[in-house]
């Protein structure tokens, strides 16, 4: 039989045994595992190569596009200011003979209501035909200070339009 000393060696030659049986398992795995991930690294430097290449060549092109619509953009701005000076230039042109075309055909159609208030008919009055019957207006002088008055009447309102 074993004395004690032999049993405790025995023991502890059995728990060294079944440690390195677990620590073999375990780097065995370890080492498959470290091979796999080196497989999968240079798997993926194979694909990243050509895939930053693209990505290169697509950010080169979205660059073109991008400077293209950025001349586009310049171009429809300075389209954009050129219209701005028309529209002025033609506002300024038309802007003063239409307020005064507008006005006098305000003058015109004014006289004329008058004229046909005060009973003259405005065919007569139109074609400068004689008048009949008595003279029932106000005098000379007020006629004129009024058909001044109506004229700039006709102004203002054309102005506060924005139209002068």
């Known amino acids: 039989m074993l004395t004690a ?12 045994v079944i440690l390195v049986c677990f ?10 595992l470290l091979t796999e991930t080196r497989k999968s690294v240079a798997e993926l430097s194979d694909r990243i ?3 930053l290449d693209d990505m290169s060549q697509t950010v080169s092109e979205a660059n073109r596009r991008l ?4 001349e586009i953009t310049d171009n429809m701005r300075d389209v954009s200011g050129n219209m701005v000076k028309i529209t002025g230039v033609a506002s300024t042109l038309f802007a003063g003979p239409v307020l005064k075309i507008s006005a ?7 006289a004329l209501a008058r004229r046909a208030a005060r009973g003259v008919p405005a065919r007569r009055a139109a074609h400068g035909g004689p008048r009949t019957g008595p003279r029932t207006g106000p005098r000379t002088a007020d006629r004129i200070s009024e058909r001044h008055a109506a004229e ?6 054309a102005i506060g339009r924005g139209r002068g």
Not at 27 to 32: D, G, H, T
């Open 49 to 51: 190569a050509p895939l």
């Open 104 to 110: 006098f055909r305000d003058g015109v159609r004014l």
């Open 152 to 157: 700039r009447a006709v102004e203002r309102r």
């Open 5 to 16: 000393g032999e049993l405790a060696g025995l023991v502890v030659a059995i728990f060294w």
């Open 67 to 70: 400077a293209a619509a950025e």
């Open 23 to 32: 620590m073999v398992v375990v780097l065995v795995r370890l080492a498959r």
